[in-house]
Nanobody, 120 residues
Framework: HVQLVESGGGSVQAGGSLRLSCVAS?????WGWFRQFPGQGREYIASVLTASSRINYVDSVKGRFTISRDNGKKTLFLDMNRLQVEDTATYYCAAVYRWTESQNPGDFTFWGQGTQVTVS
């Protein structure tokens, strides 16, 4: 079992930036970031494989958000720039013990506790 601990959420004005971090208790194969709007299911944002440079993003964040990882520190990051009010949500990091480019949250095994991002 892998524990994921997120940090970095908060409140920011539209156009601002935030960096989210997620530390894992053990190495994983694939990392992902998801977000959840009130009353909705989790939405895929981006994912990265630990053994390659393959990165995927949902179209709505391309050019604004950047996912990266530090394998040695078992840490995942999400740099969010030009934040919009519509980005307000609870953000989750996720991981799984296999290589996948799936955008389905059901394909990720381990989840962080979530961190709130509020853009006003």
């Amino acid at each position: 079992h892998v524990q994921l601990v997120e940090s970095g959420g908060g409140s920011v004005q539209a156009g601002g930036s935030l960096r989210l971090s997620c530390v894992a208790s053990a190495p994983v194969f694939t990392w992902g970031w998801f977000r959840q709007f009130p009353g909705q299911g989790r939405e895929y944002i981006a994912s990265v494989l630990t053994a390659s440079s393959r990165i995927n993003y949902v179209d709505s964040v391309k050019g604004r958000f950047t996912i990266s990882r530090d394998n040695g520190k078992k840490t995942l990051f999400l740099d969010m720039n030009r934040l919009q009010v519509e980005d307000t949500a609870t953000y989750y990091c996720a991981a799984v013990y296999r290589w996948t480019e799936s955008q389905n949250p059901g394909d990720f095994t381990f989840w962080g506790q979530g961190t709130q991002v509020t853009v006003s």
